[in-house]
């Protein structure tokens, strides 16, 4: 009784400390929610005003005309559908070789693969612009779409750790009833992996979405701009102005998908996540 | 014997199919540019003329180069985020494993800022560091603590990027401890309890063997990520910070390729930071192995 009545108490004291905590991480974001709802006076109130005396929703409409937003949206979605669709089923069908199929030097093929994984990005960044602007790649969206479409090997990885755990007899079955392996991948292992795949591609997506190096390192002009570039834009010309509304409002609209997508997976992406960590 | 052979032979030339694309990307837009970076560390590569050959020059000039040394300082200082941040998110993780109600929307707030674009982060809190109206000196001022303007000085600008990375990773760190405890059996801690252990006996014997391996692996892919820092540097410190006090290794590698176009000078730097990685990365693929044995 004296240990449950104790238990008790120090878990409240938990919930109190872990309720602070999240006031803490959140806090940041709803700042910038109820900034982006403010005018340029209340802004420089002191003391603050966490909720605004008016809600002025007039900066959601200036973003659309104080930057390319739209096409910036609309340059991200294309990158990160283009690249993720793809990439899922090169990277899928790849997987499905290295867990099902035999071939000469299979697992020398993949730890050459797995050893890109070693290689950072700002080592290859030089070489890799000056290649693009050989073939006049430059400010275009292909330096960002075009790489990714021959697959991810993180993605490679954890479906081919998934495909280990498919029975082979399914496979033999198959092979015996005259299927091709086409056949074999369309219509055996991708719906088996189906669930693993979502997960992998939900992620793949999001990080594509929240690119931020290579976009800036090749897209100059405006229109060509992905999301985080125009968002990083509107901070840079506007801050001179003060208009933090404004820019807030341009970063609330830039989170939102990202948001939305992970409140609805939220169980799937938390739990690959956690896979991914503990498998190392 | 002969159709066996045959469907073999098919299942080989299949097998090469599928995983020709990933071996194309790989050899195309990472191997061949990777040694290329090698090569053009050799050489006064600046983009547009000639690369002429100049042996070790690039090496032996960065050895000299106070830029160098202090964005490579800046880049460790960083660093002292990750372990506080791993504390912090054990901690938590630790309390989130009690029986305490909300905590999947305790997970889902904590994860928020892990999935938000490092751009968007990086701009609202460069706004909250603002000195005059930003959101921290405000909240200091509850206490009668007037707030410097955090980027603006060397003092305080390396503290406000580890503040905020911390608050940022903090909920990813978590969420693997969170694992690694939720995989720990309850009737290790009711066997301890009756023999009498202590909260502090229990942690050292039964909960800290177990989070060791994730401790491992985030600390080092903190090391490979923290060493790769742009985006906050690039958005919040444009210039690299008061007196450069602020500027990663990366983004001087960047100033020194795309702003003053001394490709050669900057790839002998990618070149630096690429083996530092490739050195790291291999440590942790040999302790793994054997923790994985000591698992076995």
Redesign the interface.
């Known amino acids: 009784m004296v240990h449950t009545k104790q238990q008790k108490i120090s878990?409240a004291f938990?919930?109190v400390?872990?309720c602070i905590?999240?006031i803490?991480?959140?806090?940041?974001?709803l700042?910038?929610v109820s900034?982006s709802f403010k005018d340029r006076q209340d802004?420089?109130a002191?003391?603050?005003n966490w909720i605004p005396a008016v809600f002025h929703f007039n900066k959601y409409q200036e973003i659309w005309t104080a930057g390319p937003l739209l096409s910036g949206i609309i340059n991200s979605l294309i990158v990160a559908l283009t690249v993720t669709i793809i990439g899922t089923i090169?990277?899928s069908?790849?997987a499905?070789?290295?867990a099902k199929?035999?071939?000469?030097y299979?697992n020398q093929?993949f730890l050459?693969?797995l050893s890109?994984?070693?290689?950072?990005?700002?080592?290859?960044?030089?070489?890799?612009?000056?290649?693009f602007s050989e073939w006049g790649w430059v400010d275009t969206l292909l330096p960002l779409i075009v790489?990714g479409?021959?697959?991810n090997?993180i993605m490679?990885f954890f479906l081919r750790q998934y495909l280990y755990s498919i029975p082979n007899a399914i496979i033999e079955a198959a092979?015996i009833d005259g299927t091709s392996?086409f056949g074999i991948?369309a219509r055996i292992i991708f719906p088996l992996i189906k669930p693993a795949i979502a997960a992998q591609l939900i992620l793949w997506f999001?990080g594509i979405?929240?690119d931020?190096?290579p976009p800036?390192?090749y897209l100059n002009s405006p229109e060509i701009q992905t999301l985080?570039?125009v968002?990083?834009n509107?901070?840079?010309n506007y801050?001179i102005q003060s208009d933090?509304p404004l820019?807030?409002a341009a970063?609330v609209v830039?989170?939102l998908p990202?948001?939305i997508i992970?409140?609805i997976f939220?169980r799937q992406?938390?739990e690959s996540?956690?896979?991914s960590?503990?498998k190392? | 014997m002969k159709t066996k052979s045959n469907l073999y032979r098919k299942e080989k030339y299949f097998g090469y199919l599928f995983i020709l694309p990933p071996v194309v990307g790989f050899l195309l837009f990472t191997l061949y540019p990777a040694l290329y970076s090698v090569y053009g560390s050799f050489t006064d590569w600046n983009g547009l003329g000639q690369m002429n050959f100049i042996g070790l020059d690039n090496f032996k000039d960065i050895l000299t180069d106070d830029f160098f040394y202090k964005s490579m300082f800046n880049t460790l200082f960083l660093m002292i985020g990750i372990p506080i941040g791993l504390v912090i998110s054990l901690l938590l993780a630790l309390g989130l494993n009690r029986k305490i109600p909300g905590t999947t929307t305790f997970r889902v707030i904590y994860y928020v800022p892990v999935i938000s674009s490092l751009a968007a982060i990086s701009i609202l809190w460069q706004w909250a560091y603002n000195g005059d109206y930003g959101l921290v000196n405000q909240f200091l001022d509850l206490f009668g603590i007037k707030g410097p303007n955090w980027l603006a000085n060397t003092a305080t600008v390396k503290p406000a990027l580890i503040i905020m990375t911390i608050w940022k990773g903090l909920g990813y760190s978590m969420l693997l401890y969170l694992a690694a405890l939720q995989s720990v059996s309850r009737s290790y801690y009711e066997a301890a309890e009756l023999d009498g252990a202590s909260g502090f006996k229990m942690f050292r014997h039964i909960t800290w063997p177990m989070v060791k391996p994730v401790t491992f692996f985030l600390v080092v892919t903190n090391i490979i990520g923290g060493s790769q820092i742009f985006t906050e540097i690039n958005i919040m410190t444009p210039t690299g910070g008061p007196e450069f006090s602020s500027a990663t290794i990366v983004f001087y590698i960047w100033q020194k390729a795309f702003d003053n176009l001394q490709m050669g000078y900057a790839s002998a730097m990618a070149v630096i930071l690429g083996l530092f990685i490739f050195i790291i990365t291999l440590v942790q693929f040999k302790m793994n192995e054997r923790s994985s044995f000591d698992v076995d």
């Open positions: 878990n938990i919930f400390l872990l905590g999240a803490v991480m959140i806090a940041p974001l700042w910038m900034t802004v420089f002191l003391p603050p090169t990277s069908l790849a499905f070789a290295f199929l035999r071939f000469p299979k093929i050459l693969l890109s994984m070693m290689i950072p990005y700002p080592a290859v960044m030089i070489s890799q612009f000056i290649m790489p479409l021959f697959g090997i490679i092979k392996y991948y999001m979405w929240n931020y190096l800036i390192l985080q570039i968002i990083a509107f901070n840079a801050a933090y820019i807030m970063s830039s989170l990202i948001l992970f409140l939220q992406i938390i996540v956690a896979i960590g503990v190392g």
